[in-house]
């Protein structure tokens, strides 16, 4: 931690932060962005260093992370399940105990939820949610940066984020991590989730973590949640650590692949988001997410921008 800067934060969910902090990290993002696409060195973390524990694979997490803490200054320490002692039944609060006294920041990519929770009650040193079976704020965090770059009015101190409100998120497919995310985001920002999963996979406003009914509607029918919306996104239809139900869910998830016909009926300049890694011809045709309205780039490399804001804030707290 920065001396002298004392309220340590961690970020294991999306509501971890109020409004006005999303529209202070999306200007970070924003600027920190426009340094790296300018070749401007900007190390305010040297001799910093994040621990990433690996639980799931990742690419996006991983590069973005990394990348991201070395372009600051800093150093990174690689962890997995395999090959420390976590995945030899270590507690999870004994690894927070060591890890955080030898690092300044963690980013944990887990299972449960409460697993991420346990370790940061035991950390000395922030910890940051790179995924766990209910949450992905990081994700969510990089979705909205893309929004905001292709709609929102830049104003002297950053993006208007009132443009969100009233805004339509379609979320075709499992009612999953990214979705429990996207309701959070919704309930804080002010916009509306319109939902359609098959059933059986619902999501649950308890496991979401909302309290408010009224920033989400469920839809049967997945033509009828992208009606008239701003953004139409999905993700994979069997996330990792549900393997098993691969076969029953290619099955159930059919109808939900979003098409140019769900395109067609969202709003003419709706944006498709994916998180990544996709699979063509399941929850997104190869038409829409290589097509004009697909964003899915973009959001991939703003993990990276938007993170390292998130690093800058944890560590050093707000600039200027
Ligand atoms: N979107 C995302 O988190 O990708 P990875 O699983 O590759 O990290
Ligand atoms: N819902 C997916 C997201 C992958 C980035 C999963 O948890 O596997």
Known sequence: MKPGFSLMKHYLQFKDFRAEEYAYLFERARVIKQRFKNYERYQPLTDRTLAMIFEKASTRTRVSFE???????GSVVHLTTGDSQLGRAEPIEDSARVISRMVDIVMIRTFEQTKIERFAAH???P???GLTNEFHPCQILADLLTYLENRAPVHARGYDLDCLKGKVVAWVGDGNNMANTWLQAAEILGFTVHVSTPSGYEVDPKVAGISRSDCYKVFKDPLEACRGAHLVTTDVWTSMGYEAENAERLKAFADWCVD???MAVAQPDALFMHCLPAHRGEEVSAEVIDGPQS???DE?????????ALMEYLLLGRIG
């Open 123 to 125: 950390s000395r040193v």
């Open 260 to 262: 140019a016909e769900m």
């Open 127 to 129: 910890v940051i949610n």
């Open 295 to 297: 964003v899915v780039w």
């Open 300 to 308: 991939a490399e703003n993990r990276m921008h938007v993170q390292k």
């Open 67 to 73: 990348a991201g803490m070395y372009q600051m200054g």
